[in-house]
């Protein structure tokens, strides 16, 4: 009885949590919606209109490119450099922070993350008079908040019990079929699905690596075969890159990747796996995988589904429109509302053996209102230094692989894509705005060394995502969840030096050689 009424209270204690955060993402739409409304242009023809995550690649246009408005001074006007070291700062402190401070730190960090944005914010606003970049900023984190709140919450309610022994063998198997998994849910999908079970079947043995590994071969890399993969693959398809362009051209660097990963993973596992024995928790009575709350496969399904419900693939769908982007909302309110009805309507076993809390998520979602608040400047700034002179001079598909691959690890690799995209589009006298542009782009017959120079794009946004916490999604939810389950994760530095640069860089550095050197 006693164990009852502790578990309704901890249910009822989730559900306000959820309905809180619910709740903060509807305030921030309709602040983010009554600007863009009253802003309204009548919609664009489909060959003109940009999807709704592209902030900057109208900027590297050339002017001698026909069919666009004139820009703004909101348009051109960039910041000035020291805005973004309100960036660099919050950077620092979700390195150091937990490390150094971490009482102040995990006390603190909603107000520093929400004060650092609303600085920045209101910069824009207040100094430059510019209202579009920052709705633009609100569009994209709900758009983003959204769909990570609908996966957490549905995968939260699907229990994956393995009644297997931990061995290097079984897995290697897990984390292949987690990166195969990913290009079919999504890197999101397969991590937030994967990331319990997995800890559970090394739970007697759990390692930092075991996760780091999750989150370079799951969370990251996997993802780089379609579109629904990963974030800048799937703007890219919203852009005109066909659908099964990227399975082409990047299969074979990724059966590279992940092949070596999983190798290196299992040196590492195999000198661990005799540190404990995991035959204890081995019931042989019972089949090797048990599913429970596979309802909320049907949830799942929806949130795959839903991800296409999207202005800029299908006409009909309403949306928003400001200046050259149509943003959804539409979709948006359905992942809110499957994120509350799939808990709500939750399997109460998977919830519990699952130690399913909305911790994790409360973290990156105010986390990333700093993140998406902050990182404006800076993107801004790169955008324009690729739409120079100087740096179309510089484009090559060397310099697109590394460029976009570092700034993929330090920014959201989403819109680091778009940018170096819309810069080497732009440098032939193409505009990623542009669906033919960007289907003969990918095509490769008009433009020279385009197909070498998206596949570098494409290959090193995905890759080097897993750099650090902050270049994919699902890193830093992967991290939230297994410090939840008791797992002590290195720092944001201890995370790069111990393993992202020893380790994946030397193999980012192979791709490299191998497929874009010797071009």
Do not use: C
């Amino acid at each position: 009885m006693k164990d009852q009424q502790m578990m309704y209270i901890k249910k009822r204690a989730t559900h306000r949590r959820l309905w809180a955060i619910l709740l903060v993402l509807g305030m921030i739409s309709v602040l983010g919606a009554v600007p863009a409304l009253a802003q309204e242009e009548p919609p664009l023809s489909p060959t003109t209109a940009t999807h709704a995550l592209l902030p900057d690649a109208s900027q590297a246009a050339p002017d001698s490119l026909e069919a666009t408005d004139a820009p703004t001074h909101a348009d051109t006007q960039l910041p000035p450099g020291w805005l973004a070291l309100p960036f660099a700062l919050l950077l620092l402190m979700i390195a150091t922070g937990p490390l150094l401070y971490e009482h102040f730190w995990h006390r603190h960090y909603p107000t520093i993350a929400v004060l650092l944005a609303a600085g920045v914010v209101a910069y824009y606003i207040g100094a430059m008079h510019n209202y579009d970049k920052p709705i633009e900023a609100v569009m994209e984190y709900i758009q983003f908040i959204a769909l990570i709140a609908a996966l957490y919450m549905a995968s939260g309610g699907i229990l994956i019990a393995i009644n297997r022994v931990s061995t290097p063998a079984t897995n290697v198997v897990l984390l292949l079929i987690g990166a195969t998994l990913a290009n079919l849910i999504g890197t999101t999908g397969a991590s937030m699905l994967l990331i319990r079970p997995y800890i559970r079947l090394n739970r007697t043995r759990i390692q930092v690596y075991h996760v780091v590994f999750f989150i370079f071969m799951v969370s990251n890399v996997g993802g780089a075969l379609t579109p629904i993969g990963d974030p800048p693959l799937f703007l890219g398809f919203l852009s005109g890159v066909p659908f099964f362009w990227t399975l082409q051209h990047n299969f074979v660097p990724w059966l590279l990747a992940i092949s070596l990963l999983g190798a290196v993973f299992y040196l590492f596992d195999t000198h661990n796996a005799g540190t404990a024995d995991d035959s204890t928790g081995v019931d042989q009575d019972k089949p090797a995988i048990q599913i429970v709350g596979q309802r909320n496969f049907l949830w799942l399904a929806l949130i795959i589904g839903a991800v296409f419900i999207d202005p800029n693939i299908f006409d009909w769908v309403p949306a928003l429109h400001l200046g050259h982007h149509k943003f959804s909302f539409v979709r948006e309110l359905l992942l809110l509302g499957i994120a509350w009805a799939s808990y709500h309507y939750a399997d109460a076993e998977a919830l519990e053996k699952n130690a399913f809390n909305t911790e994790p998520l409360r973290e990156v979602v105010l986390l990333f209102i700093g993140i998406f608040g902050t990182m404006l400047p800076a993107l801004e700034l790169i955008s324009a230094f690729a739409g120079s002179e100087t740096g179309q001079a510089l484009i090559t598909h060397h310099t697109l692989y590394w460029g976009a691959g570092i700034f993929s690890s330090i920014l959201d690799n989403a819109p680091t894509y778009l940018n170096f995209a819309a810069a080497s589009m732009a440098a032939q006298g193409a505009h990623i705005a542009h669906v033919a542009d960007v289907q003969a782009f990918a095509a490769g017959t008009i433009y020279p060394h385009s197909v070498i120079q998206l596949k570098a794009i494409s290959v090193a946004s995905v890759f080097f995502g897993a750099m650090t916490y902050i270049g994919n999604g699902p890193n830093f939810m992967v991290k939230a969840i297994a410090e939840d389950l008791g797992v002590q994760m290195p720092s944001f530095f201890g995370y790069m030096v111990r393993f992202s640069i020893p380790v994946l860089l030397p193999i980012l550095a192979l791709v490299w050689l191998l497929f874009f050197a010797t071009v």
